[in-house]
């Protein structure tokens, strides 16, 4: 369960991009990938319309974000999030923000 909330919050984290960056459906849908290979029977077991609620938050606060940093700022963490392959690696592009 703890995962799963990561997992919830890396999502808003993943709103990041800007021109010649991916565009945030498309960071949001691999967070949603990586989610469900990772946490299989926990995503599995939710409705399809909570994980379509949560890429649709996630696609909200990547454009929220992109307006508020900047284009050059959201490119480069949608870049680090699109090349993730897994939980832990979207923890290390946040971690990588705040810095």
């Known amino acids: 369960?703890?995962?799963?909330?990561?997992?919830i919050a890396l999502a808003a984290l993943a709103p990041m991009l800007a021109a010649c960056a991916p565009a945030p459906?498309?960071?949001c849908q691999h967070v949603v990938d990586l989610m469900k290979k990772e946490l299989g029977e926990q995503v599995d077991a939710m409705p399809e319309d909570e994980i379509t609620k949560i890429k649709d938050n996630c696609?909200?606060?990547?454009e929220k974000e992109?307006?508020?940093k900047g284009?050059?700022?959201?490119?480069k963490q949608a870049?680090?999030?699109m090349a993730a392959e897994s939980l832990d690696d979207l923890k290390t592009c946040e971690e990588d923000e705040k810095k």
């Open 25 to 27: 459906e498309d960071v």
């Open 71 to 75: 284009a050059l700022e959201y490119k």
């Open 59 to 62: 696609v909200k606060e990547a």
């Open 1 to 7: 369960m703890k995962k799963f909330r990561t997992l």
């Open 79 to 81: 870049k680090c999030v």
């Open 66 to 68: 992109k307006e508020m």
